[in-house]
Nanobody
Framework: QVQLVESGGGSVQAGGSLRLSCAAS????????MGWFRQAPGKEREGVAY????????YYADSVKGRFTISRDNGQNTLYLQMNSLKPEDTARYYC??????????????????????WGQGTQVTVSS
């Protein structure tokens, strides 16, 4: 079955960096669009970044644009999120998600969690000031 496993979270000081990974299995990773989401305590899950099948097209939430970079290695079935210049407001649990139904074709509603139908368990990122 489809499995997404995130790793790489941790605690860092403001201004630091982390690289999250998401290992995918149980489906043809290189044939589907992927996204990263995050959820802070008491807040709704929000879309952070999106990447197309070939990795050419990416989208970011305004709050992370210029600081975060999403990428993928289809040969290794792995999705990445490089996070630089981290801020305390980036503190959240981060999830990777797969669009197995083509709902984000052409990037449509990539930021909507309803567009994805496979999720990992998440990895915690805590940024202290």
């Amino acid at each position: 079955q489809v499995q997404l496993v995130e790793s790489g979270g941790g605690s860092v000081q403001a201004g630091g960096s982390l690289r999250l990974s998401c290992a995918a299995s149980g489906y043809t990773f290189g044939s589907y669009r992927m996204g990263w989401f995050r959820q802070a305590p008491g807040k709704e899950r929000e879309g952070v970044a999106y990447i197309s099948i070939g990795g050419v097209t990416t989208y970011y939430a305004d709050s992370v644009k210029g600081r975060f970079t999403i990428s993928r290695d289809n040969g290794q079935n792995t999705l990445y999120l490089q996070m630089n210049s981290l801020k305390p407001e980036d503190t959240a649990r981060y999830y990777c998600a797969a669009d197995l139904a083509g709902r984000t074709r052409y990037g449509g509603r990539w930021y909507d969690e309803g567009s994805y139908n496979a999720w990992g368990q998440g990895t915690q990122v805590t940024v202290s000031s």
